[in-house]
């Protein structure tokens, strides 16, 4: 069972940046569909962003889109999250997760060995 560890929260001021790191155990996870989400208080979990396992497909969600960019790098079995200009309303606990063997499509991704999450704070 693959197993993800997020890294590289923290604290910053609204205008920064920060690099998010979600390293995964377990074979062929070049095969795998990634993806970020993250959870504010009080709030359901959303989606941030994914890559395809294979080929230039990400997606984005319209709230992050122009300041968060999604990359892997299948050698270290480890996605990143580079997020510039960050505000307050990003604030909330960041997951990685994995989605579903061979699948390119967003809609075909089943979501699943999770990280413990990693804490975001954006302070105005």
């Known amino acids: 069972q693959a197993q993800a560890v997020e890294s590289g929260g923290g604290l910053v001021q609204a205008g920064a940046s920060l690099r998010l790191s979600c390293a995964v155990s377990g074979r062929f996870f070049d095969s795998y569909t990634m993806g970020w989400f993250r959870q504010a208080p009080g709030k359901e979990r959303e989606f941030v962003a994914a890559?395809?396992?294979?080929?230039?497909?990400?997606y984005y969600a319209d709230s992050v889109k122009g300041r968060f960019t999604i990359s892997r790098d299948n050698a270290k079995n480890t996605v990143y999250l580079q997020m510039t200009n960050l505000k307050p309303e990003d604030t909330a606990v960041y997951y990685c997760?994995?989605?579903?063997?061979?699948?390119?499509?967003?809609?075909?991704?089943?979501?699943?060995?999770w990280g413990q999450g990693t804490q975001v704070t954006v302070s105005s």
């Open positions: 890559i395809g396992w294979s080929g230039p497909t990400i």
């Open positions: 997760a994995r989605g579903s063997y061979l699948q390119q499509e967003l809609t075909s991704q089943s979501w699943g060995s």
